[in-house]
């Protein structure tokens, strides 16, 4: 039987995740300026709380977000950014699918085993509402293909 095709996903930036991003950094920044302090380590506050911010920043400018994901039922993803690159990968089973919320964990095939998985957050802004429907379905009902049995006797 011939497997449905993989979905075709154009993501954009998300303005709840920028907004959430926002409020953490201004949160972070009034409790940091309440804290006694030397001034030190409200300089290290500070500079810590621009890195966050700044790296944010590259995923709501859309820089960071991928600019094109195909996802199979056979928890297979190709990924392509921005600049044309485009790396073929495993979804992995720490993956999460919720309602509002789901992240894809996956690893580049070819990757070393210590190099960390790569994560992609996808919000309900991310994508259009059927897209983000399909998507959820893909990753919780999608399973790796079965390894190859061979036939006759088994060696034991």
Known sequence: MKPPPRL??????????????AAA???????????PLPFAGHLAGAAAIVA???????RCTGRGVPALLHVG????ITVTDRDGRSRDGSILDDS???ARLTTIVWR???EPWWRPARAILVLPDTLPADDFRQLRVALRYGRAPA???TSGVAAG
Do not use: N
Request: hydrophobic fraction near 40%; charged fraction near 20%.
């Open 8 to 21: 075709r996903l154009l993501p954009r930036p998300s303005r709840i995740g920028c907004a959430a991003l």
């Open 108 to 110: 580049a095939d070819g």
């Open 73 to 76: 039922i056979d928890r297979r």
């Open 147 to 149: 390894p190859e049995q």
């Open 52 to 58: 966050v911010l700044t790296s944010g920043l590259w």
């Open 25 to 35: 950094c201004t949160t972070t920044s009034i409790l940091l300026a309440l804290l």
């Open 96 to 98: 999460y699918v919720g």
